[in-house]
């Protein structure tokens, strides 16, 4: 859920000061056309971890706008008057009218948050307060309100440092109280209550947007682009009569182009005479943990993803390696049968659910709905737009029911794809592997690498994260594969 | 919930076979009309109370369709298989593709409900599983299933009566098991659980239709009716182009044209000479619970809807004159101002809902969005269907936070009203009461009476039942409100 805001987006002067101008007139211009239109209501909702710039957002969406159609609530602990009255009502107040902005500074998600951080409500206690908050966002957006979740994160390091950092400018050292440190202390707590929130409520209506904290240009021009774009989005669609409660439109690519995919090393590689020796090690302790005891209870769902020649068969090949051929099942994912066209795309993946004690490996999978299909057009945009919170619930229930799901993401560059299809080509008893789809697809690299990064922000859950794969180095890739699978089963096994 | 399905519904011989043949034909050329289209499958779902028709209705379908495109699925306790798996593995496995209909008796909500009643389960753990069913039937919407849920309804004396009549005729006394009558034990905690299960789960795009089971005939006509026009409903938008998880369609009237508004005894009255004796008695009991300590924890929110001229003011009055004025507020609800119009339509209630220890009289309420609003279009049927089930979380908000939510219907006959309306054209003080508006609402009886049994049976809940009082007779009516209000609040107050 937050990898992507832990990479330390950036946005130099030059470019803040390029975008700006322009930004902010475009965005009063969307501010007057929801005023005008007066058909729907804009409703932000603002959270996430402190010191990540909540406040300065709500202050500098203020100042950019006209804040005289803008209302902006904060809730501080509730008063007499609305302790008496069911959780809801102080919100339903705080609603912005058709026409108008409402920015809510803290909202129906804090109490449940916090309250089971603080450990006063259980994991039930908030599964049921967010399944409240999805029906009544869902109402929200069936009576015509835009919601934007905006969420902002800073990674535990960055939080120390920006703590250590107050503190020690006299200037500013008055602004660090105990309860900061306090605060922090349960930062990993706070992260793993907000990931299941947002796991579960990131909605086709109304997804959380996360947004890295730490760079005060880049969390402005970020929000302000997301919010402008989802107004003029919406303002088109009223125009065009459009029929409300479609699905939120999905976010622009990250600003500075800093993303997941370009984060990684893709250098890292394995020598080759160390390969053989780590292949076996970690091939032996899959072995074992496959036929652990505890393991007849659970199973196990590997999940290949990856772009064209990345390795994915090389990989697979030396997983199965290591299992008994009477335990484990491959499920080679292509374009589905007209059988499986009939049914709803997960139905073709339920069929290949693993027993307890089993292993399935999926070579690609259900995110071909929103990798492929979005990608070509296959699946509307609402319906893909849809399939993060499918999918999330999906895997949910192969968690529950004791499955470890464990997701790769094979990444090589552009320029190693293009140095592998030639090779294929060259080399006959692997042409058969290269088609001109593989070229046509190769054609799309940025549009495809956007939607890898949605996938990985909206899907890696802490309950089935996603794993990604520096697989330039073929050897690299299929040891970090073979040890990922092994730490996640030792850990679920208790062995 | 169960309310329309305790009426003794029946249909006769002669119009039984005056309708078979036509509607035999119409169900088969609609199941034609879907297996050509082959856009969308059609998910029948069979649950209800034992006894009350549902393996016939799973033969009757079979025989007047035809069956080597029905799919019908029986869920037996799971195997091995089915067990080694996630619980919905089966159901998926039973999902028809699109063109064909699958008919799964026993299906996602057996489990959940039968877990509950034999405590096996909490009602949390219920509630969980319904909101997963309730996101696994939207997803199934929006892949485009047609999803017809049926609940068949026996009265606890009718399921009674029909085990005794089995019993006694030896050649089906082998019928009636112990099981039977185990399960006729718990039929009240089966009813009470499966009112909350139909309550959560009655959504806009997979809403319950409840069928009164002890009469053959009704029961199959019903059914037969019912799913007739869902499909015909559901090709007609599919060739008109229009985009899937579109809420259900409306279901048309009962058939025999019995409903909850012509069964009420509408000679019901009491001599105006007891009238004071009993206002006294009740008033006081009204007094003394509202001033109970308890109460000071609680509050009361009192709905009062009714035809024109039902006498909704006589007996607000009545119930105010027994309160303190610090402690009530009477909301009347006309049109929405112009404010309240750029909101979400609950929102001018929510304004209204009263604090801890006092009492909200609402004349007219929410419920005027399936009332009014469905009757004279200013609602979309979409947004008029969806209410149902967000009626029913705003209630269940207020109740969970203290609220005793008691709803009245006040009914008059036709021929009652239009002697009131010339009564109050005559009277000088009461001329401003009868407007050109409900000369014109009178043309609408019917709608408006097909309206009102529809939103008693989807919002008649076991938290916030309605209480459908005959309003001939004003002092009848304004006695059975104080009662009533007297012994629901006695009951929750435990006084």
Redesign the interface.
């Known amino acids: 859920m937050f990898e992507s805001a832990e990479l330390g987006h950036k946005v130099d002067k030059a470019s803040w000061e390029r975008q700006v101008p322009k930004l902010r007139a475009d965005l009063l211009d969307a501010q007057y056309d929801v005023g005008e239109l ?1 058909k729907f ?1 804009v409703i932000i909702l603002i959270n996430g971890v402190d010191g990540a710039g909540k406040g300065e957002t709500v202050n500098l969406l203020n100042a950019w706008m006209d804040p005289r159609h803008i209302q902006t609530h904060a809730f501080p602990p509730p008063s007499d ?1 609305e302790r ?6 102080r919100f ?2 705080a ?1 912005p ?3 108008k902005i409402g920015i809510l500074f803290g909202n129906w998600y804090t109490d449940p948050i916090v309250d089971r951080v603080m450990k006063r409500t259980r994991n ?2 908030l ?2 307060s967010l ?2 908050i999805n ?1 009544f966002e869902q ?2 957006a ?2 015509g ?1 835009l919601i934007v979740k905006f969420w902002f994160h800073l990674s535990r390091e960055a939080q120390r440092k920006r703590l250590k950092a107050l503190e020690k400018d006299k200037d500013t050292r008055w602004r660090v109280t105990r309860a900061d440190w306090e605060h922090f202390r349960i930062y990993d707590k706070f992260v793993a209550v907000s990931s299941r929130a947002l796991r579960h409520t990131s909605t086709g209506v109304a997804p959380w947007i996360v947004v890295e904290g730490a760079d005060e240009r880049y969390r402005s021009l970020t929000v302000a682009k997301i919010l402008l774009d989802a107004m003029k989005k919406r303002v088109a669609r009223e125009k065009r009569g459009e ?1 409300r409660a479609v699905v939120s439109a999905p976010p622009p690519p990250p600003l500075g182009g800093r993303d997941l995919i370009g984060a990684l090393d893709m250098t890292l590689a394995l020598p080759q005479k160390r390969f053989a020796g780590e292949l076996e090690k970690y091939q032996g302790r899959l072995n074992l943990l496959s036929r652990h005891p505890e393991f007849r209870q659970r199973s196990l769902v590997v999940v290949f993803e990856g772009s064209d020649a990345a390795g994915k068969g090389g990989c697979i090949r030396r997983v199965t390696g290591a299992l008994d051929a009477r335990h484990y099942g491959i499920v080679p994912v292509a374009a589905p049968s007209e ?1 499986e066209r ?6 073709r993946f ?2 290949h ?5 089993r292993v399935a490996i999926f070579d690609r999978s259900w995110y071909g709905r929103v990798l492929v299909e979005r990608v070509e057009g296959f699946a509307a945009e ?2 893909w737009m ?1 399939a993060y919170a ?1 999918i999330n ?1 999906f895997e949910d ?2 968690v ?2 004791g499955a470890v799901v464990v997701k790769f993401w094979l990444a090589i560059t552009a320029d190693e794809q293009l140095k592998r299809f030639r090779e294929r080509e060259k080399t006959r008893f692997k042409r058969f592997k290269i088609t001109g789809e593989d070229w046509r697809n190769r054609k799309k690299w940025d549009a495809y690498r956007h939607a890898v990064c949605d996938m990985i922000d909206r899907t890696s859950t802490e309950i089935a994260p996603w794993t990604l794969v520096e697989a330039n180095d073929k050897y690299h890739a299929r040891i970090k594969v073979l040890r990922t699978l092994c730490d996640r089963l030792q850990a679920a096994l208790g062995a």
Do not use: F, I, N, T
């Open positions: 007066k209501p008057e008496e009255r069911p959780y809801m009502w339903w107040r609603l009218p058709q026409g039930s206690d599964d049921q399944e409240e029906r109402m929200l069936d009576e309100a029929r059988e009939a049914q709803p795309y997960l139905w339920w069929r659910v693993p027993r307890r004690g609402a319906d849809r499918e619930d229930q192969l529950r029911h």
